[in-house]
């Protein structure tokens, strides 16, 4: 489970009722195989996450009308792919997007299985500690995930089906992921033929090196340098992505560790979302501020 944001807030996981999700359009992708535990919901780190998810859905966080810039991006939160980021690393983003015109949609993607008590699923794994965490294996965790990625192609085909509707450029939607948010992003961008996303970001997402197509979209990645997962398992993704000569642009943070998302810290990786935006400026997806 990668769910570890280092903030001055509770990271005693609450049960809490499941929030209203108002807007929320069913992606009836199908379920989850086996799923028994319902879904639920608790808070950490002042914020709130999901379990047990096994029916996507897609909601829309849509800009002014006087400030839209015909550009989308989906949001994908992260959680070990076993919890979501509802609010720090979704609905948080999306409102920072919509504020800058740009039509943002969260992604509530299929999950694993974990076990219905929330205690029990707290519980650290054995033999590990706060300092000893084992690192990850990216590659088993994207190796299966082909439900996840039939969700994120699903928020595709309804955002351009609807596109005339939101007032959204078919070919200006992107996406954005968060630790196993940003895996399910490159995931659906290399593997989802289909999509083919406008632009995407990797935020604190593995490093690990990957077939990069001639045709990949520009890639936004920040990264903290202490972050205990992904922090010092070298450039391989950046080093592809320019051997492909595609675009890319790395912001790798001194301090942030793992999951600062839209937390407000007094690290620079706060400024991470700031970044994000003048880099989509830059390639004019959204309206220089002023």
């Known amino acids: 489970m990668i769910a570890t944001p280092v903030v001055a807030q509770n990271d005693h996981m609450t049960?809490?009722?499941i929030p209203a999700q108002p807007g929320a359009i069913a992606l009836n992708t199908g379920g989850v195989a086996g799923a028994k535990a319902p879904e639920a919901?608790?808070?950490?780190?002042?914020?709130?996450?999901?379990r047990n998810v096994t029916a996507a859905t897609l909601t829309p966080f849509l800009p002014d009308p006087a400030k839209a810039t015909g550009t989308?991006?989906?949001?994908?939160p992260g959680g070990g792919f076993q919890s979501l980021s509802m609010e720090n690393e979704g609905w948080d983003v999306a409102r920072a997007?919509?504020?800058r015109g740009v039509a943002a949609f969260v992604l509530k993607y299929r999950l694993h299985q974990t076990p219905q008590d929330l205690a029990t699923f707290a519980a650290p794994p054995a033999a590990t500690s706060g300092t000893n965490r084992p690192r990850p294996d990216a590659s088993a965790m994207m190796a299966d995930i082909d439900p996840q990625i039939a969700d994120a192609r699903a928020a595709f085909a309804l955002i351009r089906q609807r596109s005339g509707k939101w007032h959204i450029d078919p070919a200006r939607i992107g996406m954005i992921g968060f630790s196993a948010g940003a895996m399910l992003t490159m995931a659906t961008t290399l593997r989802a033929t289909d999509v083919k996303p406008a632009f995407v970001g990797d935020i604190y997402g593995p490093m690990t090196a990957m077939t990069?197509?001639?045709d990949a979209p520009p890639l936004f990645v920040a990264l903290a340098t202490d972050d205990p997962y992904f922090g010092n398992s070298?450039?391989?993704l950046i080093d592809a992505w320019r051997a492909a000569k595609r675009p890319v642009e790395l912001h790798f943070f001194e301090q942030g560790g793992h999951g600062f998302g839209?937390?407000?810290k007094p690290t620079t990786s706060t400024g991470w979302f700031d970044e994000f935006v003048r880099w989509m400026t830059m390639h004019g997806w959204v309206k220089p501020a002023g």
Do not use: E, K
């Not at 919901?41 to 999901?50: L, P, T, V």
């Not at 989308?72 to 994908?76: F, K, S």
């Open 41 to 50: 919901w608790h808070s950490q780190y002042g914020s709130m996450f999901a």
């Open 72 to 76: 989308a991006v989906v949001v994908a």
């Open 97 to 99: 997007l919509a504020a």
């Open 234 to 236: 070298g450039f391989g």
């Open 212 to 214: 990069v197509p001639a």
């Open 15 to 17: 049960t809490i009722a």
């Open 262 to 264: 839209m937390y407000q």
